[in-house]
């Protein structure tokens, strides 16, 4: 009977020891489809250009007593606004509004809600090719639209922007291809063909604001814009396989 409980209790002592002792399995498997086998390695090419396009919002911003004396006023300068822009070069297929509304306007006096009037509101946004062109084109849109203009929103791009593209692309190339060799040195393997290549590109350049009041800007100075330079930058991931 005591040797029995013996065995149990030595059973048992196992049982326990290998419940406690970490387990490490090696395999060696073949890469699956998710993970084939080799080197893989971003790319990262920055090419600067000067932008050849502005991007503004233009309009005007109306309050009257009535909704229809408020339209009618909105109506006329925001044809005026419009009108300027393209005596100004700007073509029609690149004006296009982006913003109409009508709202009650309100003011407390006396803990007593008081209506002002009725604010109508009309945004276009304008694409300015000629940036040259750019500050003369304000000034006449401000003169237009008085003092219930609205400008805002400046974004300058680059729209004709194939050369840049490529010889970003291959700045990012040649970025990956030394990041791969330097890899395979460094692991003593020689470094196949590329299997996998993908791509992105995007444009980036510092904030810019315009933020002056312009009422009354034709009476001033040219109103000044300075596009300055923008950066494309081009970056591939790419997965070489192991030759």
Known sequence: MRRGIMLGLIGALAVAAAACTPSVTVENQP??????????????????????????S????????????????????????IAALEANGVAEEDIQTTNYAIYPQYDWRNDQQVLLGYQVSNTVTAK???????????????TAGGDEVIVSG?????????ELISAAREAAWNDALAKGDQLAALSGVSLGTPTSIVESFATSGPPIS???GIAGAADSALTPIAPGQQDVVVTINVQFAIG
Not at 64 to 77: G, H, L, N
Not at 128 to 142: H, K, L, N
Not at 154 to 161: A, G, K, R
Request: aromatic share 4%; charged share 20%; glycine share 8%.
């Open 58 to 81: 233009f309009g005007v911003s109306v309050l009257a007593d009535s909704v229809s004396d408020a339209v009618e006023r909105a109506a006329t300068r925001a044809d005026a606004v």
């Open 31 to 56: 890469p699956s489809a998710d993970q084939p086998a080799g080197i893989a390695v971003s790319g990262v090419g920055t090419v600067s250009g000067k932008p050849d396009t502005l991007t503004m």
């Open 210 to 212: 315009w933020e002056e």
């Open 128 to 142: 300015i090719r000629d940036i040259s062109a750019a500050g003369s084109t304000i000034d006449a849109v401000a």
């Open 154 to 162: 400046v974004t300058f791009s680059i729209e004709d922007n194939e």
